[in-house]
């Protein structure tokens, strides 16, 4: 799914997404290529995820997994915690990727 979170002002978004193998994969609804485009963002067609900049298409079950390109920014192990019903995603590592999120969203078609 898709989680807005608003860190001081900014707002931002969270893809999470079940596994295959049962482990919760995570990133940031924004492309590593494309973010300061204003439209280097995912929209779910099924089950992948299409760029709205480059209409780059990936399954879900790669969030996380594949870093580079034109894919969402992962949000790694060492930055989150989860148990059964949550994901904690540090204020730290959310205030810091800020700057992926200035330009998102700005234009849309």
């Known amino acids: 799914g898709f989680y807005p979170v608003d860190v001081d002002g900014t707002e931002m978004e969270v893809i999470a997404v079940m596994a295959p193998d049962g482990t919760i994969r995570t990133a940031f609804n924004t492309c590593q290529i494309c973010y300061g485009s204003g439209r280097g963002y995912y929209v779910q067609e099924g089950d992948q995820l299409v760029c709205q900049n480059c209409g780059n298409r990936f399954d879900m079950s790669q969030v996380?997994?594949?870093?580079?390109?034109?894919?969402?920014?992962?949000?790694?192990?060492?930055?989150?915690?989860?148990?059964?019903?949550?994901?904690?995603?540090?204020?730290?590592?959310?205030?810091?990727?800020?700057?992926?999120?200035?330009?998102?969203?700005?234009?849309?078609?």
């Not at 390109?69 to 949000?75: A, D, E, S, T």
């Not at 192990?77 to 204020?91: G, V």
Request: charged letters at 25%; glycine letters at 4%.
């Open 64 to 109: 996380e997994m594949v870093s580079g390109g034109c894919n969402p920014w992962p949000i790694l192990d060492e930055d989150k915690t989860t148990d059964e019903t949550n994901i904690t995603i540090s204020y730290s590592f959310l205030k810091k990727s800020v700057t992926l999120f200035e330009n998102w969203k700005s234009v849309q078609y």
